[in-house]
C-alpha cells in the first residue's frame, strides 16, 4: 500500500530558527513530489520535484527530493511568525493519483 | 478570473440525507479532484477526473459518486450520508503537463452530518 509519511507532526520553534520538514514515502509509479502549505483554508502549491539532487528554492524556502532513499525534506530559514501553518507533502503518481501525508504543524513562537 | 470555487461553504446533513457539493474552475484544466481532510488524517483522495466525462476512484471512495459532465465541473454526491461523512472537502485541479503537477485548491466546504 502506498504511503507518505511526514515528520515530525508538529513542530515549535522561535522566530529566526532554521527548520527541517521530513517526507518519506513508499508509492509505486513515482512521477512527483509537492509540498503545500496550508494555513487556515486551502492548500497553497511550494514545490514540485522530480529529479534527486535538484534543490528548488523560492525566498526562504528551500526542498530537495532523494529518489534513492525515498525521501524528500523542506528547509525554513529565518523563520517568521507568518511560516506558522501546516505543510503537507503528496506524491503523484504516474496513473494521476496523489496521495498526501499527514502534515507537519509548526508554529512559531515570536 | 475566480480559479476554483466550491459550493456551499457549509452544511449541515442528516443521517440519510443526500446532497452535492459542486465545484467549478475557470482555468481550463483537465485533471480535477476531491480530497476529504479530517483532523490529523491530512488530505485524502475520493474521487478524481483526468477529463470531461471520465472519473476514477481515489483512497476513500465509498460512499460517494461523481460526474464530470462538462469539463468545468465535478460534482461530489452523498447519496446517503452518515457521520463519518462529517469532513471538510477541498476540490482541486490541475493543468497536465510533464512539467508540472501544480494543483489549485478551492476554498473547501465544511460539512456536518448529524
Known amino acids: 500500500e502506498d504511503k507518505v509519511v511526514q515528520s515530525p507532526l508538529s513542530l515549535v520553534v522561535h522566530e529566526g530558527d532554521t527548520v527541517t520538514l521530513n517526507c518519506s514515502y513508499e508509492v509505486t509509479n513515482f512521477r512527483s513530489l509537492l509540498w503545500y502549505k496550508q494555513e487556515k483554508k486551502a492548500p497553497t502549491f511550494l514545490f514540485m520535484l522530480?529529479?534527486?539532487?535538484i534543490e528548488k528554492k523560492s525566498g526562504r524556502l528551500s526542498s530537495i527530493l532523494d529518489k534513492k532513499e525515498l525521501f524528500s525534506i523542506l528547509n525554513i530559514t529565518a523563520t517568521q511568525t507568518g511560516d506558522s501553518a501546516i505543510y503537507l507533502c503528496?506524491?503523484?503518481?504516474?496513473?494521476?493519483?496523489?496521495?498526501f501525508g499527514k502534515g507537519t504543524r509548526l508554529h512559531i513562537l515570536p | 478570473n475566480a480559479g476554483v470555487t466550491q459550493t456551499p461553504k457549509f452544511r449541515v446533513l442528516k443521517t440519510g440525507q443526500s446532497m452535492t457539493l459542486l465545484c467549478a474552475q475557470d482555468m481550463n484544466h483537465e485533471y480535477m479532484y476531491w480530497y476529504r481532510q479530517d483532523p490529523g488524517m491530512g488530505l485524502r483522495l475520493i474521487h478524481y477526473s483526468v477529463g470531461e466525462g471520465t472519473t476514477a476512484k481515489g483512497e476513500v471512495p465509498d460512499g460517494y459518486n461523481v460526474s464530470r459532465l462538462k469539463k468545468q465541473n465535478f460534482l461530489l454526491g452523498l447519496e446517503s450520508a452518515a457521520p463519518s461523512q462529517t469532513s471538510v472537502y477541498f476540490c482541486a485541479s490541475s493543468y497536465w503537463a510533464r512539467s508540472t503537477d501544480t494543483q489549485y485548491f478551492g476554498p473547501g466546504t465544511r460539512l456536518t452530518v448529524l
Open positions: 522530480t529529479s534527486s539532487g
Open positions: 503528496a506524491v503523484a503518481r504516474r496513473d494521476d493519483k496523489i496521495i
